[in-house]
C-alpha cells in the first residue's frame, strides 16, 4: 500500500526519540524550522544534490545512498572547520519507491546512524514524487575571533605551504570503473578492470559508496591550514581551486601520490605505479580534505591527525610559479603533459 507523504514523513523522518542539536529550537512540523545560531559564531551552509544516474546507479544500496547523500555534504562543513548542526532534506521519490517503503527505512538508517554519530539534526525537508533526487542543505557553526571568521578558505595558501591530503585517493574512481566494466560499459581498459580481485572491488567500494567526512580533522586543522577544501572531483582539478583561489602554483611528489590508494595496500594488488598515480590525481569522489599549511606547522598538523584520529600525508608544496607541476623522486618533472596522466579522464 502507499503512503501518503504525511505519514511518510511522521513515519520516517520525525524521529520521535532521537537526539536533537540544541541549536535547532524547532525542527520537523512547522512551516519554518528555527535554528540558534551559536553565540559567536557564523554559519556555515552547503548543499549537494545526488540524481540517479548521474551521481549513483539506480539500483545502489539505499542504506548507502543514505549515508553518502549526507556524508558529501558533512565533507563540506569539514573543509571549512564548521561544527555540524542540523540539516534540511529535499527528497523527489519515485512511486516505485514510495510503495517499497524497504527502500525509505534502508535509507533513513544510512542517513541518520551518520547524523546521529556527528550529532547532526535532521530539522526540515520537503518530499515529493518524482524521478528520484536528494538534496540535502547542511548547517554548521564556525567561531569568530575578534569580528574575525575562523573558517578554512580556499584562498589562504602561499609559496613555500605544505600541501597535505587525509586519508586514502583514487579507491573511489577504481570501484567506479570496475563496476562501469561490470556493466558492460566499453572502454580501453574494461578487461583489466574485470580482473581485479574481488577483494580490491570490496575495499573500493566501500571507499566509493561510504565516504566518511572529515569533520573532526577539519575542526583541528582551525588556525593552522592556510588553505583548506574537500576532494569531490579529483585531486588535480580540485587543488586548481585552491591555486586559482591563492594565487599560486604547486609541485606535487608522484611516489607519493601513486602509493596513497587504499587498495593498493591488499596483498594482490596489481595496478602498476602509472595506474596508481593516475587514479590518485584524476579520481573523485575521495572526500578528503586537501590542505596547506606553513611548513613551521608540521608538527601542529600532526598533532591534529592525532587529535582527530585522521591520518595525513604530505604530497606536495605550493610553489610562486603558477601552474601544476608533478615530480619524480629526483625532483624531475614527469614527461609529458600533466594531463596525459589522465588516461581514465
Ligand atoms: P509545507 O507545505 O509548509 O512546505 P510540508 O507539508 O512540505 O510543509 O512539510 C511538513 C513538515 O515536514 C515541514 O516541517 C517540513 O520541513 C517537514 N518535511 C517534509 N519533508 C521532509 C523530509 N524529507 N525530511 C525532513 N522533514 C521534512
Ligand atoms: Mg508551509
Redesign the pocket.
Known amino acids: 500500500m502507499a503512503l501518503g ?2 505519514e511518510l ?1 511522521a513515519r520516517y ?2 524521529r520521535q526519540a532521537a537526539p536533537v542539536h540544541p541549536a535547532v529550537a524547532l525542527g ?4 519554518c ?1 528555527l535554528l540558534q545560531t551559536p553565540p559567536g559564531a557564523q554559519l556555515a551552509i552547503s548543499s549537494d544534490m545526488l540524481v540517479e544516474g548521474q551521481h549513483f546507479f539506480p539500483d545502489v544500496d539505499p542504506e548507502a545512498l543514505g549515508h553518502k547523500a549526507l556524508a558529501v555534504n558533512l565533507s563540506d562543513l569539514a573543509a571549512c572547520g564548521a561544527q555540524p548542526l542540523a540539516f ?4 523527489a521519490l519515485p512511486d516505485s519507491n514510495v510503495t517499497r517503503e524497504a527502500w525509505i527505512k534502508a535509507f533513513t538508517h544510512g542517513l541518520f546512524a551518520l547524523a546521529d554519530a556527528q550529532g547532526c539534526t ?6 515529493t514524487r518524482g524521478p528520484l533526487n536528494i538534496c540535502i542543505t547542511v548547517f554548521g557553526a564556525v567561531p569568530t575571533a575578534q569580528g574575525r571568521s575562523q573558517a578554512l578558505l580556499r584562498s589562504g595558501a602561499k609559496a613555500g605551504d605544505d600541501i597535505w591530503v587525509s586519508g586514502t585517493l583514487g579507491d573511489a574512481r577504481l570501484a567506479l570503473l570496475v563496476l562501469k566494466a561490470q556493466r558492460g560499459e566499453r572502454s580501453p581498459s574494461a578487461q583489466r578492470w574485470l580482473q581485479l580481485p574481488p577483494e580490491v572491488l570490496k575495499l573500493a567500494r566501500a571507499r566509493l559508496e561510504r565516504p566518511s567526512p572529515r569533520v573532526a580533522l577539519g575542526l583541528a586543522l582551525r588556525g593552522i591550514a592556510s588553505a583548506c577544501m574537500d576532494l569531490s572531483d579529483g585531486l588535480v582539478g580540485d587543488l586548481q581551486h585552491i591555486l586559482e583561489a591563492s594565487g599560486c602554483g604547486a609541485r606535487l611528489l608522484a611516489p607519493v601520490l601513486s602509493e596513497l590508494l587504499a587498495t593498493h595496500r591488499l596483498n594482490g594488488t596489481v595496478l602498476t605505479p602509472p595506474e596508481r598515480l593516475s587514479l590518485a590525481l584524476s579520481g573523485g569522489d575521495d572526500y578528503e580534505l586537501l590542505f596547506t599549511a606553513p611548513s613551521t606547522q608540521r608538527a601542529a598538523v600532526m598533532a591534529a591527525a592525532v587529535s582527530a584520529d585522521t591520518p595525513v600525508t604530505r604530497i606536495g608544496q605550493i610553489e610562486a610559479q603558477e601552474g601544476l607541476r608533478v615530480v619524480d623522486a629526483q625532483g624531475q618533472r614527469l614527461a609529458g603533459r600533466f594531463a596525459s596522466f589522465d588516461h581514465f579522464a
Request: hydrophobic share 50%; charged share 20%; proline share 0%.
Open positions: 507523504e504525511f514523513i523522518f520525525q520537523i512540523g512547522d512551516d524550522a534540511t532534506l529535499a527528497l535532521l530539522m526540515g525537508g520537503d518530499t
